[in-house]
Every structure is written in C-alpha cells, then in structure tokens.
C-alpha cells in the first residue's frame, strides 16, 4: 500500500504488475502475508478500519532487493524517479549501519578492557579490606587491657 502510493499507483495495479512478473520477485525479495499473519497483524491495531490501515486482503511485504525489482516492473517517470531515491534511502541506511558496527566494536573492546580492569579492582579491594582487618587487629591489640603483674613507677 505505500509502495503503491509512493509510485502513484492503487495497491490492485501494484499487485498485479508484480503477479504478471513473479518470477522477478523470488521469496528474499517479496513474500504475501498468510491470512494468519494478516490477522495477528490488524489484532494490534484494534479495531479494523479502512482509513487506519483496514486491510482486508493480505499485502505483499517487499525486502530491499524487492523494492528496487519494482524499476524494472513498473516503467513510469515516477516509478523512476522514486527508485532512485529508494536506492539512495537504502545507501544511506547501509552506511549507517556500517558506521554503527565499528562504533558497537569499539564499545566492546572497551567493554573487554573494562571487564580486566573489574577483576583488578576487585584485588585491590580484597587487599585494601585485609589490611583494614590487620590494623583493626593491631589496634585491637594495642587497646586491650593488659592482664597480669603490672610494675608500678
């Protein structure tokens, strides 16, 4: 449906020039929904209504290679022009994506070093508790009343 609109078509005329050419559309470019798809589809949006995406046939759902089969399906000056900046849409999401992954490999290498450094903390802790525990102990010591014969000055 908003393919047909973004190519200045009714969504049948949309549909039928694929179905005149399935051969160009093989299941990692288009796919129909089932009817039970089309059903747990609609049950999210409530209530069915034609004006709010009331479908009552199930769409086509067209993957990225998909979308640009359309230029050689549908031969208009609009179908051209809104190819062309499909492909650009889909460059720019690529290239964000790419930018993305090296920013995600640069979270996880700190990520790693991080995790090295956690385990160093930790040490540094248990020794900074066991000399606590030590001078507790020593003073402790130092403050405890002493027993036995005490010399008098």
């Known amino acids: ?13 949309l549909k039928r020039a694929v179905r005149r050419n399935l051969k160009r559309f093989p299941e990692d ?12 589809w609609r049950s999210q949006f409530g209530t069915s209504n034609r004006e709010k995406m009331g479908m009552r046939i199930p769409p086509f759902a067209f993957t990225e ?4 089969m359309l230029a ?3 031969n208009s000056a609009q ?15 690529r290239e964000m994506l790419i930018d ?12 790693m070093r991080l995790s ?16 606590e525990h030590s001078k507790k102990q020593q003073e402790d010591q130092e403050n405890r009343r002493k027993i036995g014969f005490r010399k008098e000055e």
């Open 1 to 13: 449906m908003d393919l047909a609109g973004l190519y200045g078509l009714e969504t049948k005329q």
């Open 29 to 40: 470019f288009m796919f129909e929904l089932t009817s039970d798809e089309l059903t747990d």
């Open 65 to 68: 290679h998909g979308v640009l």
């Open 72 to 74: 050689s399906v549908l």
């Open 79 to 93: 179908a051209i022009q809104v190819n062309i900046q499909i492909v650009r849409i889909f460059i720019k999401m």
């Open 100 to 111: 993305n992954q090296e920013f995600t490999e640069q979270i996880k290498q700190i990520g």
């Open 116 to 131: 090295d450094h956690d385990e160093k903390i930790m040490v540094i802790f248990e020794y900074l508790r066991q000399l």
